[in-house]
């Protein structure tokens, strides 16, 4: 059974479809990219995989289950924006992911947070935004979930941020899991992912994998990307 | 040989070329065991499944092995590590003359040339 199955899914917003009628399917094992200009419903589509939004038509299905409790408990979602607790240090922080998450896996967290650096418990007022950045996805990446939804996770870190970021995924990767990644930012993402879905203005116009783009148009997905949506 | 990577091929194809070199300029030596491909993965900061079909290509052409329990290891046969390098001379020599010919080299001219550069180069 695939691990995310959308169908027919649209999601409008007055007017304005953000996302529509999109038909994808991602088996386990598979890292895909999520890859659309701004404003073209990459967030969207992420947040109705997550169960934050509902769909105005057609269904998102989990494991063959609409999102509800039984989804959630599988699918760990990555935000696009920063929502960690200034008071809080790093321990207060893994005892409320535990709580939240009973698949949560501390002591890979604790590793994970080690290799970005954060180690003492000072609150998390004190860290810089990478390092918060980072910190979220390690927090994200340390569940043992099914489905990962990674909204932007590399907008607007430097380029070591990225590399150490780009690094985590690698390293947890699980062939019983998927992996989403949105982002607008290709070169440094391309390596690490099977398959990419081009999304515009909500509609899917392209699923295929990293490796047949390059070998059919001689050139990398950043560069393909480029060219289909040169204005 | 560092994992860098080109903008036109598959990163698969890539994958397979720099692994031929490092069994072939020794860096894994016959009959070693490589890291996982886990690690390797993270090592080259690529997808693990293109890095396995990578291996998988490999192991079709008898250049790395998977024994069952003990993990992948680089052939111990020599003749065939010997018969790759010089599949890879060819084609590197085959797109240089190519590229040779372009800027209007004749073929004796371009031996003359290499044989002069050649003396050039201090061993």
């Known amino acids: 059974m695939a691990i995310l199955e959308c169908k027919a899914l649209s999601k409008s917003y007055g007017l304005t479809k953000a996302v529509d009628s999109a038909d994808i399917k991602i088996e386990a094992g598979r890292v895909v990219g999520l890859l659309g200009p701004n404003g073209s419903g990459k967030t969207t589509l992420i947040k109705l995989a997550a169960g934050l939004l509902s769909p105005t038509s057609g269904e998102v299905l989990i494991e063959g289950m609409a999102p509800g409790p039984e989804t959630k408990a599988i699918v760990s979602y990555l935000s696009d924006r920063d929502y960690l607790p200034d008071w809080m240090n790093l321990n207060q922080l893994l005892d409320y992911f535990g709580d939240f998450y009973s698949d949560f896996n501390r002591e890979k967290a604790i590793e994970l947070s080690k290799r970005i650096g954060v180690v003492d418990n000072k609150p998390l007022k004190t860290l810089s935004k990478g390092t918060r950045e980072k910190l979220q996805l390690v927090l994200v990446m340390s569940r043992d979930a099914k489905l990962f939804l990674l909204d932007e996770p590399i907008g607007g870190v430097d380029p070591a941020t990225r590399d150490t970021i780009i690094d985590t995924i690698i390293k947890n990767y699980n062939p019983d899991a998927a992996v989403i990644i949105s982002t607008h930012i290709i070169t440094d993402i391309e390596k690490i992912l099977d398959d990419v879905i081009f999304i515009n203005e909500g509609k899917i116009s392209l699923v295929e994998s990293v490796d047949d783009i390059r070998a059919k148009h001689q050139k990398s997905v950043d560069a393909y990307f480029r060219e289909v949506y040169k204005c | ?123």
């Open chain 2, 1 to 123: 040989m560092e994992w860098q990577f080109d903008n036109e091929r598959p990163i698969y194809s890539q994958l397979v070329d720099i692994l031929k070199l490092k069994i072939v300029s020794g860096e894994y030596k016959p009959g070693e065991r490589l890291p996982s491909v886990r690690d390797i993965s993270s090592e080259a900061g690529v997808n693990p499944n293109t890095m396995q079909r990578a291996m998988q290509e490999l192991e079709n052409q008898n250049l790395v092995l998977t024994q069952r329990t003990a993990g992948r290891f680089v052939t111990e046969d020599k003749e065939r590590v010997e018969m790759t390098r010089e599949e890879l001379a060819e084609g590197h020599i085959q797109s240089f003359v190519k590229l040779m010919e372009q800027l209007g080299y004749s073929k004796s001219r371009l031996i003359a040339l290499l044989a002069a550069k050649i003396g050039e180069v201090k061993e």
